[in-house]
């Protein structure tokens, strides 16, 4: 059973940092696709940046520049450091994660099965 827990969430003012990360359990770690995505009040869940199996990653052009991320393959865990950090950035986050999603498609949330709860970003002016 595929279990994604995300923590790292807060309140932060513009210009500021958090790191996001995101446990995963019960899948194969080196064959599956790992992502984050965010959902603002009233918009569409976005793809913001992703690792494919080979270890490649993707980012939004919202978000390039200024989010990382990475992952650590000993322990599971999938992470997003977030600098540089504006109002228009808050929104719940998600970690997901898929067995090799093609490279056009990691950043569409309709291709991922497997969700995190969601953790809370709220980045004020």
């Known amino acids: 059973q595929v279990q994604l827990v995300e923590s790292g969430g807060g309140s932060v003012q513009a210009g500021g940092s958090l790191r996001l990360s995101c446990a995963a359990s019960?899948?194969?770690?080196?064959?599956?696709?790992m992502a984050w995505f965010r959902q603002a009040p009233g918009k569409e869940r976005e793809g913001i940046a992703a690792?494919?199996?080979?270890?490649?990653?993707t980012y939004a052009d919202s978000v390039k520049g200024r989010f990382t991320i990475s992952q650590d393959n000993g322990n599971r865990i999938l992470y997003l450091q977030m600098n540089n950090l504006k109002p228009e950035d808050t929104a719940s986050y998600y970690c997901a994660a898929d067995y090799r999603v093609a490279p056009q498609w990691l950043l569409d949330p309709q291709f991922f099965q497997s969700w995190g709860q969601g953790t809370q970003v709220t980045v004020s002016s």
């Open positions: 690792i494919a199996n080979d270890g490649s990653t």
């Open positions: 019960g899948i194969p770690w080196s064959t599956y696709c």
